[in-house]
């Protein structure tokens, strides 16, 4: 089987409020997103890793790159547009074209390979497209508004809330489809699953670590750095 990585890398960090795309700050000694390449390179299973990046990034080529798998392509203005140019690249006549896709955040170096292994494992023997989730743990509550100091409308039930997180794995040529028609379509995609959901695919929801946090906002380095520094795998 033939499993190819796209790792979404050519955002500008608004968030972060940094002078450099969160993706190329460094924290415990690399970058974040040679933290997330190395996470991919301990895949066995994994055969080539294509990173999307800005076609005004000025980092990308000062990083330590050993893994011969990597190759990058140019990203888009969204993150589906940056994908999208991804699975393009894949679908060549002259390469051949994987399988199975997994797209991984490179804002999130902190996912665990066993839950990697596990979703991808989970995928081939249910024959379906998944994604790393977990359950939410906070009370959820619904404005009348979009503004804080607006006030509460409902608590939602968070019984069946899960918050999504990547990996998320679906079959290339499905999910080339699917990505395509929404995106033409100009569906709002914030993730692979969105566009599956919206083409009528069940995606399944496999539970991993909480501690995969997408690093968005300055607190969010000082954990990782903390994470990272616990030498967990
Ligand atoms: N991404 C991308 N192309 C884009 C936008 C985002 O490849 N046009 C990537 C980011 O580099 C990141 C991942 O998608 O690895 C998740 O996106 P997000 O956390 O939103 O990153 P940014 O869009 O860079 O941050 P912000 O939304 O704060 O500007
Ligand atoms: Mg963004």
Redesign the pocket.
């Known amino acids: 089987l033939n499993i190819f990585a796209i790792?979404?890398?050519?955002?500008?960090?608004?968030?972060?409020k940094s002078n450099l795309?969160?993706?190329y700050i460094t924290i415990n000694q690399k970058t974040v997103?040679e933290h997330?390449l190395n996470k991919l390179s301990y895949i066995k299973n994994i055969n080539s890793i294509t990173v999307?990046?800005?076609p005004d990034d000025e980092f990308y080529q000062d990083l330590k790159i050993e893994n011969p798998k990597i190759q990058t392509v140019y990203?888009?203005?969204?993150?589906a547009?940056?994908?999208l140019n991804a699975l393009n690249s894949l679908n060549t006549d002259t390469k051949k074209k994987p399988d199975w896709v997994l797209v991984h955040?490179?804002?999130?170096p902190l996912v665990c390979p066993d839950d990697i292994n596990k979703l991808i494992n989970l995928a081939i023997s249910k024959q379906k497209g998944g994604i790393l989730a977990c359950k939410v743990k906070d009370t959820i509550k619904k404005s009348v508004g979009k503004m804080q100091l607006d006030c509460v409308s409902e608590t939602v039930s968070r019984e069946f809330l899960w918050q999504a997180m990547?990996p998320q794995i679906f079959k290339f040529e499905q999910l080339h489809q699917a990505l395509s028609d929404a995106l033409t379509q100009n569906i709002d995609i914030t993730d692979e699953a969105s566009a599956m959901e919206w083409a009528g695919f069940e995606v399944m929801l496999v539970a991993g670590r909480s501690d995969n946090i997408?690093?968005?906002?300055p607190e969010d380095l000082q954990l990782a750095n903390f994470y990272l520094s616990q030498k967990k795998s």
Do not use: E, W
């Open positions: 790792v979404p890398a050519a955002g500008t960090g608004s968030r972060m795309p969160k993706q997103l997330t999307a990046i800005s990203g888009g203005n969204s993150r547009i940056s994908v955040d490179a804002a999130r990547t997408k690093i968005t906002t």
